[in-house]
């Protein structure tokens, strides 16, 4: 749970190297990079979880494969215990399906393809079982400019009915504290001193 601001650092700091002449989008892919990226690396090293690709979401799983955990952009009452917040852009079926799996739904026309996880270098892939039981978390969140200040309201939510697109019902919320920021402090910074590399041209 302590790594999950960080989480969100890197993705706001990733937003920010997106200048006016890139593609449209591009903050926001960068954000949704940053973030997979960090939720992995974080839970990957300090807790010895593993990369999860399941039915095309791009996830973190525990090492007994019971749990994992995703990122997702929320509306405005995300964070708010006393709001119901959605899910700011409509999702597809592997949201539906890992939504069903969270309800503790088996149904008969569920395809078990769409539980084939790619496992990649140091991934996992999952059984059907395995699928059917995995409990699928998602920090939410949401971010609001003013001026030069960036609040991101936060929770880490477990969804428990799709409908259309959306989360409808979510079984469990943990609301998080609101990150925010003003200016970005690089963590991999390697100083102001500049690098010079002898290049020897023969």
């Not at 006016?20 to 807790?47: F, Q, S």
């Not at 852009?89 to 008969?108: C, L, Q, Y």
């Not at 990150?179 to 963590?187: A, K, N, P, Y």
Request: charge should be negative; aromatic fraction near 6%.
């Amino acid at each position: 749970m302590e790594f999950l601001h960080d989480v969100l650092r890197a993705g706001e700091a990733a937003r920010r190297t997106a200048v006016p002449n890139d593609p449209t989008g591009t903050a926001g892919r960068r954000a949704y990079e940053a973030h997979v990226r960090t939720i992995r690396e974080l839970h990957i090293e300090k807790e010895g979880w593993a990369r999860l690709i399941h039915g095309r979401l791009e996830l973190v799983c525990n090492g007994d494969r019971s749990v994992a955990m995703g990122v997702m952009i929320g509306d405005a009452a995300t964070g708010q215990a006393s709001l119901f917040p959605k899910n700011a852009r409509r999702r597809g079926p592997a949201t539906d399906m890992v939504t069903r799996a969270n309800a503790g739904e088996v149904t008969s026309h569920v395809q078990t393809a769409l539980f084939v996880a790619g496992a990649g270098p140091d991934g996992v892939a999952l059984s059907e079982e395995e699928a059917y039981a995995l409990k699928t978390w998602f920090l939410l969140s949401y971010r609001t400019k003013i001026g030069d200040t960036v609040r991101i309201d936060c929770e880490l939510s477990r969804p428990k009915r799709f409908e259309d697109g959306f989360v409808v019902e979510w079984g469990r919320r943990i609301p998080l504290p609101a990150l925010v920021m003003d200016g970005i402090e690089l963590v991999n910074d390697d100083g102001p001193e500049e690098i010079d590399i002898t290049v020897d041209f023969r």
